[in-house]
């Protein structure tokens, strides 16, 4: 997550997609800077799993979803970063890393969907500045914001026209849309 108070060295994107093969801890790249990501808890991977089985099995055919293993490159704000998930309804992009005529990483450009699991040490960042880069992705139509403390589940979707993203919020006993299919709150949250 970006926030550190020490000065870091410049990385370059190449250097950074390259480093993170392999690498047991995830980082997040913006313009050069590498910042450890949070760790998370077992019911952060719990819900995270839960959404992204949901969207699998209501997008197949339509829909590639993927998993926090996968890296989102947001070309617009020099952010690399890896969410809680990610959808890509059409042909995927991807920004690739070559050294030596061998592709060493690769990361997806042009996500649908993001989806982020909330949590103590994340909410502010997700909602807050993270928002503000996926926001210039013009693929992106819908952000998705799951909480681990309630049953809730919020949709921010991009406007068909001018104007500000739209907030959908799904609570206990009812459902959400995302990318025109529904998902049952209770569902998302059931053990």
Not at 15 to 27: C, F, I, L, S, T
Not at 67 to 82: G, H, P, Q
Request: hydrophobic fraction near 40%.
């Amino acid at each position: 997550m970006v926030g550190s108070s020490s000065p870091q060295p410049y990385v370059t994107f190449e250097d950074y997609v390259a480093q993170e093969q392999g690498n047991e801890v995830k980082h997040e790249w913006l313009d050069g800077v590498v910042y450890a990501m949070a760790g998370g808890t077992i019911e952060h991977g719990r819900l995270a799993t839960k959404v992204a089985a949901a969207l699998t099995a209501k997008l197949a055919g339509r829909c590639t979803v993927l998993s926090s293993d996968v890296m989102v490159y947001i070309r617009e704000t020099n952010l690399a970063t890896y969410p809680d998930g990610s959808v890509v309804c059409g042909p995927i992009d991807a920004q690739q890393v070559v050294r030596n005529g061998k592709v060493v990483g690769e990361a997806i450009t042009n996500p649908t969907v993001i989806v982020e699991v909330l949590s103590d040490s994340t909410e502010s960042y997700d909602r807050g500045e993270k928002f503000a880069h996926c926001m210039r992705l013009a693929s992106l139509k819908e952000y998705v914001l799951v909480s681990q403390r309630d049953r809730r589940i919020e949709v921010l979707r991009r406007p068909s026209g001018r104007g500000h993203w739209e907030r959908v919020v799904g609570e206990a006993g009812s459902t959400i849309t995302v990318q025109g299919v529904t998902l049952a709150v209770d569902e998302i949250y059931a053990a």
